[in-house]
C-alpha cells in the first residue's frame, strides 16, 4: 500500500506541470513548434498550392495567395476554366464560369466572412492579445487519438474558433469554427495533418474538413509552399467593372 501511495503521488506531481499550463505557454509552446515568433513575424506573403476537394473525391489543382494585412486570392480549374475568389480585406468579388458568371461579381457576405478567414496568415492564437483575440483553455479532449489542449479563440468581431493543440508537439490537430450553410448555423471541423517544414516555418500538408450533419470528409493537400513570394496588390483588388461589397462588420 505504501508503495502504491508513493507511486500515486509521484506520478500526480509529474502530471501536475502539463495539466497546469497556462493560456499563454501553451500557445508560446505552440508559435515555438511551428518556427518560433521571428520566423513568423517575417511573414508578409505566401502562396500555397496543390489539390482541393470539391465533393465526391473530385480533386481540382487550386492556388492560395495571402498577403498581409487581410487580402487573399483562391484559384482553382473547374471543367476547364479558372474559379477566382478573391478579397482585400474590405472587398471581395468571385468569378465562376461554372455556374455562368464569367465576369467578376461580388461576394456575398457569408463568402466575404469566409475570406477574411482564408486571409489570416498566421492563425487565431498567434500575438492574440496584440490582435484583440481573447484565448481561454477550456480542458483537455482525445482528438484522433492525439491528447489535446482545447483553447476557444474569440475574435474582435465576435466569431469563435476551438483550437485542438497536441499535448505532445504543441501543433494544432483540429480546429473548429460557425459557419452558416444553406441558411442554417453548422460547425465545421477541420483536422491538420503532415507538418512539413518550408524556410523556416512548418505547414501541415492536408487538411481534412468535415460539416455538421454530413457524411463526407473534404480533403485539401498543399504541395508546394512559397513564403514571402512577389505579389502585388493589385491581384486582390476588385475589377473596375464590378460593384463592391464592404465588409459588414458582423463576426468572420
Given at each position: ?20 499550463q ?23 506573403s ?19 495567395e ?57 492563425g ?120 463592391a461589397v ?7
Amino acid at each position: 500500500m505504501l508503495r502504491i501511495g508513493l507511486a500515486t503521488a509521484l506520478a500526480s506531481s509529474l502530471a501536475a506541470p502539463v495539466l497546469a499550463q497556462t493560456v499563454d505557454q501553451l500557445v508560446a509552446r505552440n508559435v515555438t513548434a511551428r518556427g518560433g515568433e521571428a520566423a513568423w513575424r517575417s511573414v508578409s506573403s505566401l502562396r500555397l498550392s496543390g489539390k482541393m476537394d470539391l465533393g465526391r473525391g473530385m480533386l481540382v489543382p487550386y492556388v492560395l495567395e495571402q498577403k498581409r494585412p487581410a487580402r487573399t486570392r483562391l484559384e482553382y480549374v473547374f471543367g476547364g476554366e479558372t474559379v477566382i475568389q478573391c478579397s482585400d480585406g474590405k472587398s471581395g468579388w468571385k468569378v465562376a464560369p461554372f455556374l455562368g458568371h464569367k465576369t467578376p461579381e461580388a461576394l456575398t457576405e457569408d463568402e466575404l466572412r469566409q475570406a477574411a478567414i482564408s486571409a489570416d496568415l498566421y492563425g487565431p492564437l498567434f500575438d492574440y492579445a496584440r490582435r484583440g483575440h481573447t484565448v481561454e483553455l477550456i480542458g483537455r479532449e482525445s482528438v484522433q487519438g492525439h491528447d489535446a489542449f482545447k483553447l476557444k479563440a474569440t475574435l474582435p468581431g465576435g466569431g469563435v474558433r476551438w483550437v485542438y493543440l497536441d499535448a505532445g508537439s504543441g501543433l494544432e490537430v483540429r480546429v473548429d469554427a460557425l459557419r452558416t450553410l444553406g441558411g442554417h448555423e453548422r460547425r465545421v471541423e477541420t483536422y491538420y495533418h503532415d507538418w512539413q517544414p518550408a524556410d523556416g516555418l512548418l505547414i501541415p500538408r492536408r487538411y481534412e474538413t468535415r460539416t455538421e450533419n454530413a457524411k463526407d470528409l473534404h480533403l485539401l493537400t498543399v504541395e508546394s509552399v512559397r513564403v514571402n513570394p512577389p505579389i502585388d496588390d493589385s491581384r486582390f483588388a476588385m475589377p473596375a467593372t464590378a460593384p463592391a461589397v464592404a465588409a459588414s462588420g458582423k463576426r468572420p
